[in-house]
DNA sequence: ATTTTTAACTTGTGTTTACAAGTTAAAAGT
DNA sequence: ACTTTTAACTTGTAAACACAAGTTAAAAAT
């Protein structure tokens, strides 16, 4: 298999935010300058820069000119309602994951409210079902579906822990760079309840999810149901 | 007063992006590639480059390396969940605006969930309540909140048709950066009841809201309320 | 002591150059 | 006619350079 190398610019990007968010740099420290990262990675200033951009993009760090690139540390709560996945949204301190369905290879049934391309159709799915419980409340249930296209072994690994969008991301390089969501405030479902141990009207927050990724012509499908009752959702964006 | 000048990729951006949401290139169609552009604006390719890199941001294009850059049209709904402001969630084809509270300078009271920073309850507050309604259906309804600093004449703009983020970033070239936000499932109060005309068992969207903008420590804050029930909220991001 | 100026930082913008790598269609070969 | 090769596009990555503009603290002037 033909590895691909990895442009500077990612590797710097990566190794930044690992150290934002090991909390190496923490809230409202000053990155080195961009001069200080040219050095210390040995590449030049558009480099840095772009490795920069990405970090502002996705709400790590804010610059000021003149001053410098100030950590606005992990972006709290990305996941929900814009990128990231879940698992980013409250820490992994308090977050168990508990799994409903163990990642196995499915026929396309359908991917909630979205069209499938005849490619994706063609190969299986990965379908899970995960239940998110924060302090032993659950708050997230959320069904997954993945193309089975050229993700060997993804059915084998461990989504107890990590993050779908971590895990995807260190072991195949996909990115979500986008996608679309429809939500929804409904009344508890009978399995919802069930799940959530909530009365009949108990409002919820139903969201489908699809996600684009750096690989071209490769989404996968999330239906993420939430009670926002005891924990709000809070996001960045 | 000094007028700022404006870089030449925003230019680009802008003039790119407008034709986009125009119609002049449509979805699917290719941009003139980087050095065609490059011709036409009279710039180099990374300034190009930065803008379409912006657009591809903003959801407007996707880029494929030896195609080009392709458009994906206006995004749709970047706004109710993501950056944008709501009008573009829908098209302003089927979306009237109905003013409840017309922009008025007051006093802050509390920022919604938000903190308010010593700088921002010196000033006032331009307040403003909003409902919106698709097809004559009442389903958002919105709260907005702005800092009343260095922005002549805003209270007497009309925010009938235009979304106010258009407004905020061609009269001030305010951009929302980013921000955070609140997301929680409610049943219908008594006031919304009315305003949408549903039961008390209906289940409706809040989101409160905090618009982080490019103008340092300058932020707004909005709560809005969402019948998802006859529109789904259907989004980009 | 206080204020003003300056110098040395920081990030922002922009050009120029070079090559890598994916795509496509025409040209060449079979 | 069909397949393969090539050449001419496209975007992606990266360096090296220059200057603008905001910030800050030390130096100089008052």
Redesign the pocket.
């Known amino acids: 298999m033909m590895t691909?190398?990895?442009?500077?610019?990612?590797?710097v990007y990566e190794s930044l935010r690992k150290h934002i968010s090991e909390g190496i740099y923490r809230e409202g420290d000053?990155?080195?300058?961009?001069?200080?990262?040219?050095a210390t990675h040995?590449?030049?200033?558009?480099?840095?820069?772009?490795a920069?951009?990405k970090l502002?993009n996705d709400g790590f760090i804010v610059?000021?000119?003149?001053?410098?690139?100030i950590v606005k540390g992990s972006p709290t709560g990305v996941g929900i309602l814009s990128l990231g996945g879940t698992t980013a949204a409250l820490g992994t301190a308090n977050l168990t994951t508990r799994i409903i369905v163990k990642p196995e290879v499915r026929p396309w049934e359908k991917a909630f409210s979205f069209d499938l391309s005849d490619r994706e159709k063609e190969f299986g799915c990965i379908y899970l079902e995960r239940l998110r419980l924060i302090n032993d409340d659950p708050v997230f249930y959320d069904i997954t579906m993945i193309p089975n296209i050229n993700l060997p072994r993804l059915s084998a690994l461990s989504f107890e822990n990590k993050s779908l969008f971590n895990l995807l991301r260190q072991h195949y390089q996909l990115e979500v760079t986008g996608g679309e969501q429809k939500i929804q405030a409904i009344l508890a479902t009978e399995k919802i309840q069930d799940y959530f141990k909530v009365s009949k009207d108990q409002p919820i927050i139903q969201l489908d999810r699809k996600m684009d990724t750096n690989r071209?012509d490769f989404s996968f499908y999330s239906q993420v149901y939430c009670n926002a009752d005891k924990y709000a959702l809070i996001g960045t964006f």
């Open positions: 691909v190398r990895k442009p500077q610019h990612t590797v000053l990155l080195p300058s961009e001069n200080e990262l040219c040995g590449v030049t200033r558009p480099t840095i820069r772009k920069l951009d502002v610059k000021r000119k003149g001053k410098g690139s071209p």
